[in-house]
């Protein structure tokens, strides 16, 4: 029987997080998906994001979103998240990517896409090693995570799951316009290497 955590437990503790989901997927040229965060948690996280109700636009951004860090959340949920990337998700990734090292994490967020508020993203390149991104929720239409050079999207892939790939130069992505609903999403930037 599984436990049930309320939404303190859940983000300062990170309780619930991994529903034992594991395993590696390609869904296309050096893109991956991964299970990662339950649905139920996803959930939750949207209700913390939504609950400090600081989504606004980032002007100064070459590519701005209406985004709050989990560090803005709480500074423990980063934390927590930082080391679960690093212990559970990042070895998998070495299975296909060897010689790629876990540096932490630059940043991660959540992103709302929402009808006359942020409908799309253009095409882009993160600043990151390799970047991740997650449907926290179900119920839109559009706002997909789309590799026009790949001739892949995420629209297959369950809530919960990490897509990832490499970020700098071989994989320009863009979210596609949002036809109707609400999305969230978590964007994942995986550190750069320091030398």
């Given at each position: 029987?599984?436990?049930?955590?309320?939404?303190?437990?859940?983000?300062?503790?990170?309780?619930?997080?991994?529903?034992?989901?594991?395993?590696?997927?390609?869904?296309?040229?050096?893109?991956?998906?991964?299970p990662?965060?339950?649905?139920?948690?996803?959930?939750?996280?949207?209700?913390?994001?939504?609950?400090i109700?600081?989504?606004e636009?980032?002007?100064?951004?070459?590519?701005?979103?209406?985004?709050?860090?989990?560090?803005?959340?709480?500074?423990?949920?980063?934390?927590?998240?930082?080391?679960?990337?690093?212990?559970?998700i990042?070895?998998?990734?070495q299975?296909?990517?060897?010689y790629?090292?876990y540096?932490?994490?630059?940043?991660?967020?959540?992103?709302?896409?929402?009808?006359?508020?942020?409908?799309?993203?253009?095409?882009?390149?993160?600043?990151?090693?390799?970047?991740?991104?997650?449907?926290?929720?179900?119920?839109?239409?559009?706002?997909?995570?789309?590799?026009?050079?790949?001739?892949?999207?995420?629209?297959?892939?369950?809530?919960?799951?990490?897509?990832?790939?490499?970020?700098?130069?071989?994989?320009p992505?863009?979210?596609?316009?949002?036809?109707?609903?609400?999305?969230?999403?978590?964007?994942?930037?995986?550190?750069?290497?320091?030398?």
């Amino acid at each position: 029987m599984a436990e049930h955590y309320d939404d303190l437990q859940q983000i300062l503790g990170y309780k619930g997080a991994d529903d034992g989901r594991h395993g590696l997927t390609e869904l296309g040229p050096e893109i991956f998906s991964v299970p990662f965060w339950s649905p139920a948690y996803c959930a939750t996280m949207i209700r913390a994001a939504e609950a400090i109700g600081a989504f606004e636009e980032q002007p100064h951004d070459p590519v701005p979103g209406h985004e709050i860090s989990l560090a803005v959340i709480s500074p423990k949920l980063f934390q927590a998240v930082e080391i679960d990337l690093g212990v559970r998700i990042w070895p998998q990734l070495q299975t296909v990517w060897p010689y790629v090292d876990y540096h932490g994490l630059r940043d991660v967020f959540i992103i709302k896409y929402e009808m006359g508020v942020q409908e799309n993203l253009r095409m882009h390149h993160d600043v990151a090693q390799v970047s991740a991104s997650l449907k926290l929720n179900e119920g839109y239409e559009g706002a997909m995570l789309d590799f026009p050079r790949q001739g892949v999207s995420n629209e297959s892939t369950a809530v919960g799951d990490l897509v990832v790939f490499p970020s700098l130069v071989t994989h320009p992505h863009q979210a596609t316009p949002l036809r109707s609903g609400v999305k969230y999403g978590l964007v994942v930037w995986f550190e750069l290497p320091t030398f």
